[in-house]
């Protein structure tokens, strides 16, 4: 929770509910002048913030209230979702004034907004040199460092001096990023060879040689790298930023550590949400939307459901004789689904963090079959004494017991090996995987279950 | 995956396997010399990866080899676990070392893993000064901003101007923090008036002013707040550092975003497994930890599923007389379920990503409760035609669709009012929350299935 020591919680609730007040009224009053104000003297981010909190039409309303005079770093700022729609309700001369202003990286966010005509339309108002850049940017794929990064960045050939690379960026201050963190350091073919800390170049003498203080690069990363295995090189060597080359090995771009964070919190985001069945969600999102992203994966879990109803019709007289079956069935699935779910997600979060590489990979299997195995052998005792003092069956408990093992030891291998395989196959581990973890556990824990009591009670 | 343009990802691996071989004999040969000369000749993230791929026993081995040979950068780098097993087995001298060599938060994470008799013990071998920091450092509780700052940072008062603060830097290089992205502007009170970037240090004419080209900041950090509020800050306003102050507002110390992208994997991590209900899971996990961590989850899950049962055994003899319902029943609770997990997810992501503050939170209640009315149509009307189809039993697919519905509604409600509550319990949201939402679904679609059942069947 936020914690602000001068205000309490309350005290900033209200002050961001007289915001909205303020906002909403000013939108529906038209006063373009004081709404345009009021976002002016925010953070973008704050800005993004309170227009995200209006109703869709108001939102809508607000952007075409302001028109050009939506700040384009607001527009930026705002979710996915309200960018698109954001730059649906602007008039072209406003988004060409807007991909004027941006870096390079958000301006491709923004022009892809647009559908394929009206994109067209509007990078034939961009200055031609604009317009190539842009154009060289979109030709990456998406979700690679070549979309993420920007153009601008700080190289200086490595017989310059810290005196003469300051002097040259006071010379050129408009043609630098807004912010950035280190200078490359290139050959004459544009090759990256190394880079220097800003905070390094700062504290050393004006004539010491680049070349003399400039580190090897750690991080190796071009244009169609896909962003999750740039992030984690951001993560690993605890990077700000990180040069990009093209095939020929040239220096093209940069990448900010900021654009990573968003790519981390998304690749996040997606594990938890494919390992509940989920194929996306936003706070923004229509009852249409989550329908879409859900029902598909209630589909497929209705038909697996039914296989697992076929398991048992294949016990029917057995559980028309002993009806205590019924009542204890679930009892199995449940725990031993929550015991596959469980070594699920330690396995998607180890493959995520890179941990499931080599030997760690076959540890961890070995891991997982003992855990189930451990838990197999507490939780058979534990429902088998349960239902001993409920029914007062040892048979029955026996059974139960017996099942409750092989399920735990069967969710514990499916757990681990579902992902795995699922990776080998080259799918995403945590999509799907629920779903066979869970059909595979309940198949097992009916079939054995009712197997037993089949062999051994009738 | 990890895309080599020169490299295939084959090579990449026996590379690594190579690595791990030569590492591994150079441990068993006592090579001293040889190790650490292998693991300096690499970047600190790469030879703590490659120690870290090493069996427990040889990993304790080569950290006892290599005593204070063991470069500080590299043991900074390990994960928790490891860092903590080899704090335990480097001689006392070793760690005095390590502490003088690291940052005030890094020095602080390896003062945490010794216990207090020997953390005492070291402190006292330390030069009074670097003692007397990390005491007031160890002041503040885990997982707070005080504890994640550091006190090294650059800060200058407003009147000095550019070619100043460069000077000094250059005079001061040794006190200054390895790698830094801006300079604080204070009052001479040291109370934090605004930041300059460096690379806007570096664009701007020696003569200028800093008053004049400073920034307000947009962050407010102070050092009891929580982590998870100062990562919130970092991602929203795209920070890569920003200043810590004391209660009275007084500069104190430095949070760069490196940590942060620490903490938002880590509170990631937490909501994910803690939905499946996991305590805590890491790639070297034992089995006796994992069955820590997850037993007592499937303990309070046994509870559970034997109320679950309890509601079943109401129904005994109407489930004695139609036995199709104890085929059938599982179906109910495994879709409801599921769609009740979708919306926990959905859930607890927007919680995270703070999109469920004031109206969002009601419009998300409404979405999800129609997203269960929508699911519970599709899927009444999907499973009363499958059953109808499989037994040719018009009133009981009716009564199955309809407690179909009803879980489907009560589910949608579940999924999204549990973390809530939880949430305004002052829990944490995803903790639990899978197996009240799971226990509740189970125990409406028993109970709606075999009551209706029992109502209208018998």
Redesign the interface.
């Known amino acids: ?5 001068d205000t309490t919680p309350e005290d900033h ?1 209200s002050h ?2 007289r915001l ?1 007040d303020a906002l909403q009224r000013g939108v529906l009053d038209g006063d373009r002048a004081g709404v345009s104000a009021m976002l002016e003297g925010m ?1 973008p ?2 800005a993004s ?1 309170l227009l995200e ?1 209006l ?1 869709s039409d108001a939102f809508e309303a607000a952007v075409e209230l302001l028109g050009d005079a939506l700040p384009s770093d607001v527009l930026i700022e705002l979710r996915d979702e309200y960018r698109e729609d954001a730059v649906e309700a602007l008039p072209d001369e406003a988004v060409v004034e807007v991909l004027d202003e941006l870096d390079s990286d958000d301006a491709t966010a923004v022009l892809e907004d647009l559908d394929a005509t009206r994109r067209e339309r509007i990078l034939e108002e961009l200055e031609p040199a604009d317009r190539a850049a842009l154009e060289a940017h979109l030709v990456h794929d998406e979700d690679t460092a070549g979309r993420l990064m920007q153009r601008e960045f700080l190289a200086a050939p490595e017989f310059w001096t810290v005196g003469h690379t ?1 002097d040259h ?2 010379e050129n ?1 408009a043609d ?6 280190e200078v490359y350091v290139v050959d004459p073919k544009n090759h990256a060879l190394g880079y220097v ?9 004006r004539d010491t040689r680049l070349a003399d203080i400039m580190e090897a690069f ?1 991080s ?1 990363i ?1 244009v ?3 962003q999750e ?1 740039v992030a984690y090189q ?7 930023s990180a040069p990009v080359k093209d ?1 020929e ?1 040239r220096l093209v771009g940069m990448i ?3 654009d ?3 790519v ?2 998304e690749e ?2 997606e ?3 494919a ?4 194929s996306s ?7 249409w939307e ?2 879409r992203a ?2 598909p ?3 497929i ?2 038909v ?3 296989i ?2 076929g398991i ?2 294949l016990f ?1 007289s057995t ?2 004789q002993i ?1 205590q ?7 199995v ?3 031993a689904g ?2 596959g ?2 070594g ?3 396995t ?3 493959i995520a ?1 890179r ?6 990979q076959r540890r ?1 299997l070995i ?2 079959a ?2 189930g195995i ?2 197999g052998v ?2 058979a005792v ?2 088998g004494l ?1 239902s001993l003092l ?1 029914f007062r069956d040892g048979p029955l408990a026996l059974v139960l017991g017996a099942a409750m093992f092989a399920s735990f030891v069967w969710a514990g291998i499916a757990g681990i090996a579902v992902p795995l395989a699922l990776r080998k196959a080259g799918a995403d581990p945590a999509v799907a995987s629920s779903v066979f973890v ?1 059909t595979l556990t ?1 198949i097992i824990a ?1 079939f054995s279950f009712l197997g037993l009591a089949t062999l051994v009670l009738l």
């Open positions: 929770m936020t914690k602000h020591p609730t961001e509910v909205q953070h981010a704050d913030d909190q109703s300051i960026a006071r201050a630098l990023p807004d912010d950035f963190y800390l800003l905070s390094q170049l700062l504290r050393v003498a750690h190796d071009s169609e790298m896909d295995e951001f993560q690993k060597y605890s990077l700000a095939a090995g900010t550590v900021d990573m964070v968003h981390i919190q996040n985001t594990d938890l949400l390992l509940s069945n989920v969600a936003d706070g923004s999102d229509t009852v989550s329908v859900r029902a994966w209630l589909s879990n209705l697996t459901a039914f697992a109803s048992i019709a029917e559980l028309d009806v079956l019924a009542i204890l069935m679930p009892v699935a449940a725990l929550n015991a779910s469980q699920l997600a330690v998607v979060r180890a963090e941990e499931m590489d080599g030997n760690a961890a891991r997982e003992l855990t451990v838990h507490l939780f534990g429902v349960v409920w869970l309940d009916f």
